[in-house]
């Protein structure tokens, strides 16, 4: 019980790190451009269960909409009111304890969300819980050592090397579909965001 009370106070502790995010570019063209290639290959579907995780101000929400699928966001901090205000279904909840059954969703989107996680396996884990038998997940994360020096952003804590993604995501019964490099310039520099499409094996 000790282990518990300690990992939820660290979690606590964390909480001041959250802040709003507000839709720039390149999210902006990089989501529209995912969601549609997904909707383009056939692989989402009008009537389909989504959470997105880490929904920040809705963006994904808003093209999930559009598409007729059944959209539901979760976040923490500001973000929640203004997706609520929006007409989203959006709860504050944590992407390491959602309180959701067990095979809710048919696609979980995931985009820059796993690098907040200070224990990324048991995060996916939950990921994979959530997610129906054959079921997809995309998770996007930055790269480490671009320009930018994501692995030093206060609130990044799993910024890691892709062969350590590929690891994780094999280790918790999750095949890789589709991987994808968005590549652009900021004015640091180069920089890298990888995405990765997943499916839940049985």
């Given at each position: 019980m000790r282990n518990y009370f300690w990992l939820d106070s660290f979690l606590d502790a964390l909480s001041g790190d959250v802040y709003a995010e507000v839709p720039a570019e390149p999210h902006l063209s990089i989501t529209r451009s995912v969601i549609e290639r997904l909707h383009a290959e056939g692989r989402i579907?009008?009537?389909?269960?989504?959470?997105?995780?880490g929904c920040g101000q809705g963006l994904a929400l808003e093209h999930f909409r559009r598409l007729g699928l059944q959209a539901t966001g979760i976040t923490l901090?500001?973000?929640?009111?203004?997706?609520?205000?929006?007409?989203?279904?959006?709860?504050?909840?944590?992407?390491?304890?959602?309180?959701?059954?067990?095979?809710?969703?048919?696609?979980?989107?995931?985009?820059?969300?796993?690098?907040?996680?200070?224990?990324?396996f048991f995060t996916l884990s939950e990921y994979r819980r959530l997610t129906k038998r054959a079921g997809l997940i995309y998770v996007e994360v930055p790269a480490p050592d671009t320009a930018c020096h994501h692995e030093s952003n206060?609130?990044?804590?799993?910024?890691?090397?892709?062969?350590?993604?590929?690891?994780?995501?094999?280790?918790?019964g999750l095949g890789l579909e589709l991987h994808l490099e968005h590549n652009f310039v900021v004015p640091a520099g180069p920089d890298t965001y990888w995405g990765f499409l997943l499916r839940r094996t049985p």
């Open positions: 579907h009008a009537g389909e269960r989504v959470l997105d995780v901090g500001p973000d929640v009111a203004a997706c609520r205000a929006k007409g989203f279904e959006v709860l504050e909840m944590d992407q390491n304890f959602m309180d959701f059954d067990d095979e809710s969703f048919d696609l979980l989107w995931c985009r820059h969300v796993l690098e907040h996680s200070v224990a990324p206060p609130n990044h804590y799993s910024v890691l090397p892709r062969s350590a993604w590929a690891s994780l995501f094999g280790r918790i």
